[in-house]
């Protein structure tokens, strides 16, 4: 099966405030900082864009249904572009206050919220940074023979710069033509096997299951890095990088059980848009 992947209203106002020069306005009930009361309401300082920069992860993005044969199997539950957070967040980790991650494990994540699970207070961290560096986006044009799909790199030439007009005969109309042009960015999320750990470990405090470690969708979250100060062990205080006005930008369905896959988990999203190709009919 293919990946679901679907874009949020919110991630597009963001494109189009940063292509045209906008101030940031924050919307009410778009952020996971109000989500999550982690910083909320609170504006990015210095007139900041959020950019993508996180992803989060959730077990909610899909239900169980049985075949004519009585045999189980698992159903993708797809999210809509009015979405603004998962069906059901996970913490990539929860750490008691007196074992939390060092200020250097910590600049992994974002959106941590102090959580009473049983008696005992964990810093649940529910964003992971994604590292942009190095990620470029590739221009390709998609063709379709015979029904088979082909991909080849897209170089625009001195005739994209002087367009001609297609020529439409009496009668006809432009339409489009199934071939597309597409630009495409890879964000790696890859889990190893530490992190594959620390997610189980969530499941064992959260259900004392570890089968209930599971990944069915995953928001890619555009946000403003931002230094605060938060609840440290025994009552101190910390300073910390926060995730400040973030917002999902794509969602994407998946289905991972983590004890299956404890050497890591390839995870990676394919960012960007296609634009359909016009050619002439005749009728």
């Given at each position: 099966?293919?990946?679901?992947?679907?874009?949020?209203?919110?991630?597009?106002?963001?494109?189009?405030?940063?292509?045209?020069?906008?101030?940031?306005?924050?919307?009410?009930?778009?952020t996971l900082n109000e989500k999550f009361n982690v910083q909320a309401g609170v504006?990015?300082?210095?007139?900041?864009?959020?950019?993508?920069?996180?992803?989060?992860?959730?077990?909610?993005?899909?239900?169980?249904?049985?075949?004519?044969?009585?045999?189980?199997?698992?159903?993708?539950?797809?999210?809509?572009?009015?979405?603004?957070?998962?069906?059901?967040?996970?913490?990539?980790?929860?750490?008691?206050?007196?074992?939390?991650?060092?200020?250097?494990?910590?600049?992994?994540?974002?959106?941590?919220?102090?959580?009473?699970?049983?008696?005992?207070?964990?810093?649940?961290?529910?964003?992971?940074?994604?590292?942009?560096?190095?990620?470029?986006?590739?221009?390709?044009?998609?063709?379709?023979?015979?029904?088979?799909?082909?991909?080849?790199?897209?170089?625009?030439?001195?005739?994209?710069?002087?367009?001609?007009?297609?020529?439409?005969?009496?009668?006809?109309?432009?339409?489009?033509?199934?071939?597309?042009?597409?630009?495409?960015?890879?964000?790696?999320?890859?889990?190893?096997?530490?992190?594959?750990?620390?997610?189980i470990n969530v499941a064992l405090i959260k259900y004392e299951n570890e089968l209930r470690a599971v990944i069915s969708e995953v928001a890619v979250?555009?946000?403003?890095?931002?230094?605060?100060?938060?609840?440290?062990?025994?009552?101190?205080?910390?300073?910390?990088?926060?995730?400040?006005?973030?917002?999902?930008?794509?969602?994407?369905?998946?289905?991972?059980?983590?004890?299956?896959?404890?050497?890591?988990?390839?995870?990676?999203?394919?960012?960007?848009?296609?634009?359909?190709?016009?050619?002439?009919?005749?009728?």
């Open positions: 099966m293919s990946r679901i992947v679907t874009r949020s209203i919110y991630g597009a106002s963001l494109q189009t405030t940063l292509l045209c020069g906008l101030p940031y306005v924050l919307v009410p009930n778009t504006l990015p300082q210095n007139g900041a864009i959020p950019r993508i920069r996180y992803y989060a992860i959730g077990e909610g993005g899909h239900r169980t249904l049985a075949g004519a044969d009585g045999v189980p199997y698992t159903s993708p539950v797809p999210h809509n572009g009015h979405d603004a957070a998962l069906f059901k967040h996970i913490p990539f980790a929860l750490r008691r206050l007196d074992d939390d991650f060092t200020a250097v494990e910590r600049q992994r994540y974002a959106m941590r919220k102090i959580e009473n699970i049983a008696g005992v207070d964990y810093a649940a961290y529910y964003l992971r940074r994604i590292d942009t560096d190095g990620v470029t986006p590739l221009m390709e044009l998609i063709t379709v023979q015979d029904g088979n799909r082909n991909s080849a790199p897209f170089t625009p030439t001195s005739a994209n710069l002087n367009p001609t007009p297609l020529d439409v005969p009496a009668g006809g109309a432009i339409v489009t033509s199934g071939d597309m042009l597409a630009v495409s960015a890879f964000l790696d999320m890859a889990l190893t096997a530490a992190d594959v750990e620390e997610l979250v555009a946000a403003v890095d931002q230094i605060v100060t938060g609840l440290g062990a025994s009552g101190t205080s910390i300073n910390y990088t926060e995730a400040m006005a973030a917002t999902v930008v794509t969602f994407v369905a998946a289905y991972h059980v983590l004890p299956y896959t404890q050497d890591g988990l390839d995870l990676s999203v394919n960012l960007g848009d296609t634009e359909p190709l016009l050619t002439v009919s005749s009728s």
